[in-house]
């Protein structure tokens, strides 16, 4: 998922908070504002989040993100699922400074069944420059060159009506 469609307005993606579009040497991004503030253990209810709708296959999910924090406290997020929190991603080691990287969260995702979820991406402090999510139910690193944003994709939702969703994987 390219980071940036959450400024899209459109059907399926969506933002609560600061987050912004930001425009770097990599492309189009989404950052955090200058927040000043921490929202460890506020996510479902303060922190800023990108929203992401997407259709899964059931089965365990492993999720990267590509992101450039330049500061240990900045690399700090949760990921959750139609906006309740799962698990959260804390500080990474540093081998490079103020570049994107891949970065494997720790945790990965079960869906007990297909079906649309909202992929919930949620901020803890500030200075966090995003760029891209991958899910896969393979063990592959993504990297710049392979990585592919899927096509928005209508579904049918079993009620006679159609829904867009992000991504289906």
Do not use: H
């Not at 955090?32 to 059931?58: C, Q």
């Amino acid at each position: 998922i390219e980071a940036e469609s959450a400024a899209l307005t459109s059907t399926g993606v969506s933002i609560r908070g600061r987050w912004i579009p930001a425009r770097t040497v990599e492309g189009y991004t989404m950052r955090t504002e200058k927040l000043r503030e921490d929202f460890d253990g506020r996510w479902e209810t303060d922190a800023p989040s990108m929203n992401y709708d997407m259709i899964v296959s059931a089965g365990t999910y492993n999720v990267w993100v590509r992101l450039n924090a330049p500061m240990p406290r900045s690399s700090v997020y949760a990921i959750g699922i139609d906006g309740k929190y799962k698990f959260l991603q804390t500080n990474y080691s540093y081998s490079e400074e103020e570049s994107f990287v891949w970065r494997k969260a720790g945790t990965q995702l079960k869906f007990d069944k297909a079906g649309k979820y909202t992929l919930n991406f949620f901020c803890s402090q500030d200075a966090m420059v995003i760029d891209a999510i991958y899910l896969t139910k393979s063990g592959e690193t993504p990297d710049k060159a392979t990585f592919r944003q899927s096509p928005r994709t209508s579904v049918w939702t079993g009620n006679g009506a159609d829904s867009t969703a992000d991504a289906k994987l």
